[in-house]
């Protein structure tokens, strides 16, 4: 079969994904490529320890690795261009009258392969790779139970860390208006008797469970969601244990003129991975080797102003409570959390967009111990 390419289109759209997108036709299939090239710099300061060089919370803030208990030491600097990222999207009508969708997405971010020293030659990675047919989507993208677009403008990769669901998965997902309901690939992370390193124990037989809803208006949208997952871990020796898991999640962008707020609450048993980047896990191994889930909620807000056309502010904060039973986790393991960030993006012209932001985190261990972290960055994002 001979292929064409013809150029069509040139589309370019100022979104929260920040992707503008450049059309063309490969036979009967549209096909999309976009992304964008972004350089961050950053200056870090902990009052209690640093992160050692390589850790991915230099990349981004991830709240379960602020140090605590440690010295005070000097200002880290890391400049990188991780984020940057690249998306083929396709869709090719079929015979009936209807059509396929693919998405076929990449960045840089937690991966391995380069360093500071050298060469800094990152690999890349799998973000999104999913088709969608009629009502159905198939592979991995946002779990249902997250709310993409309550995520704010933010320098940082996330923004709103300890307040929101965030996660990227393998699902079957049908939708039919505003009713999204989804089997996706379930994990299970546990935490050792009296304390100690995570465990991911991969021992699940069914997928989780997730139904959402979302209505829309002219003045926003309000989505609801719910979890039902199954913790499961098999040792192998002594433990051999399920618990039943479940959330709740409510998000709302509410636009108000040209401005808008996004909010988002989140709470349940034994959450886990859905909640904050795992700072804490789903559940907790008991003295008579059985799994007790462990609760926590999160909530964040998150205010945009438009200044001009061409420029724009967002004042975010975000926190985490987690109700550890101390008698089976121990006392090293996160409380609390919460942060607060305000930034200033410019764009002199529409594919370019320049930012500045400031951060203030703080978290806290079950034993009192207690450490924080500034952050001032500095990036510049072109998006084609």
């Not at 049908?174 to 995570?198: D, K, Q, S, W």
Request: hydrophobic share 35%.
């Amino acid at each position: 079969m001979k292929h064409t390419m013809k150029k069509t289109a040139v589309v370019c759209a100022l979104s929260s994904l920040g992707f503008c997108a450049s059309a063309a036709t490969l036979g009967n299939t549209d096909v999309a490529f976009s992304g964008y090239i972004k350089a961050d710099a950053m200056v870090s300061d902990y009052s209690d320890g640093s992160l050692p060089s390589g850790s991915i919370g230099r990349d981004f803030y991830i709240p379960s690795l602020t140090p605590v208990g440690g010295p005070d030491e000097d200002v880290q600097f890391d400049a990188h261009i991780r984020q940057s990222r690249f998306r083929f999207a396709t869709e090719t009508p079929t015979e009936s009258g209807d059509s396929i969708k693919g998405v076929l997405e990449l960045d840089f971010i937690v991966t391995s392969g380069g360093d500071e020293r050298i060469s800094n030659s990152y690999l890349p990675r799998v973000r999104h790779a999913y088709l969608q047919y009629k009502n159905w989507l198939v592979g991995q993208t946002w779990t249902t139970f997250m709310d993409v677009s309550i995520l704010p403008d933010s320098l940082d990769f996330i923004g709103v860390t300890d307040g929101v669901t965030f996660g990227r998965q393998t699902m079957v997902r049908y939708t039919n208006g505003g009713l999204e309901v989804a089997l996706e690939n379930p994990e299970t992370t546990v935490t050792p008797f009296g304390g100690g390193g995570r465990i991911v124990a991969d021992d699940n037989s069914v997928p989780d469970l997730i139904a959402a809803y979302t209505v829309r208006d002219d003045w926003g949208h309000v989505k609801v969601a719910g979890l039902m997952r199954q913790l499961s871990y098999n040792d192998g020796a002594l433990v051999d244990a399920d618990e039943t898991g479940y959330g709740i999640a409510i998000s709302s962008k509410i636009n108000l003129g040209a401005d808008d707020l996004r909010m988002m609450f989140n709470t349940g048993a034994g959450m886990g991975r859905y909640s904050s980047l795992n700072s804490a896990n789903g559940a907790v191994i008991t003295q008579n080797n059985d799994l007790e889930t462990i609760d926590s909620y999160g909530y964040s807000i998150a205010y945009r102003h438009v200044w001009s056309e061409r420029s724009a502010s967002s004042i975010m904060f975000s926190a985490l409570n987690v109700d550890n039973d101390t008698s089976l986790t121990g006392m090293g393991v996160t409380e609390s959390s919460y942060s607060t960030r305000v930034n200033y993006l410019y764009s002199p012209v529409s594919a370019l967009t320049l930012g500045a932001e400031y951060a203030f985190a703080k978290r806290e261990i079950e034993s009192g111990l207690e450490g924080d972290m500034n952050r001032i960055q500095v990036s510049a994002k072109y998006a084609f």
